[in-house]
């Protein structure tokens, strides 16, 4: 069993930055690659960035691209979005993902999800 919870998310005004994190418990949180997506309403789920098991290997959406930073810690079993550079267009529910086997911007490509944290962009 693995169980991912998100935490962090709440109201910050555009510009401002916000910190997510995800912690993990299950034996595979170290071989996986660990992701974020988000979801805004009447939207599909889409893409935030992934991280591979020692942290060498991140991917971001063109989206969040050099305003979002996705890292981790396994001795902590715990996967973070620094977000800063904040837009109204980044407010959604944002969830952790965890099983990936490669960095893949898809969801069906992970096993694992948490419950999700609203993060509100205000403009």
């Known amino acids: 069993q693995v169980q991912l919870v998100e935490s962090g998310g709440g109201l910050v005004q555009t510009g401002g930055s916000l910190s997510l994190s995800c912690a993990a418990s299950?034996?595979?949180?170290?071989?996986?690659?660990m992701a974020w997506f988000r979801q805004a309403p009447g939207k599909e789920r889409e893409f935030v960035a992934t991280i591979s098991s020692s942290g060498a290997i991140t991917r971001y959406a063109d989206s969040v691209k050099d305003r979002f930073t996705i890292s981790r810690d396994d001795a902590k079993n715990t996967v973070y979005l620094q977000m800063n550079s904040l837009k109204p267009e980044d407010t959604a529910v944002y969830f952790c993902?965890?099983?990936?086997?490669?960095?893949?911007?898809?969801?069906?490509?992970?096993?694992?999800w948490g419950q999700g944290t609203q993060v509100t962009v205000s403009s």
């Open positions: 299950g034996r595979t949180f170290s071989r996986s690659f």
């Open positions: 993902a965890g099983g990936g086997i490669v960095p893949s911007s898809f969801s069906s490509h992970y096993d694992y």
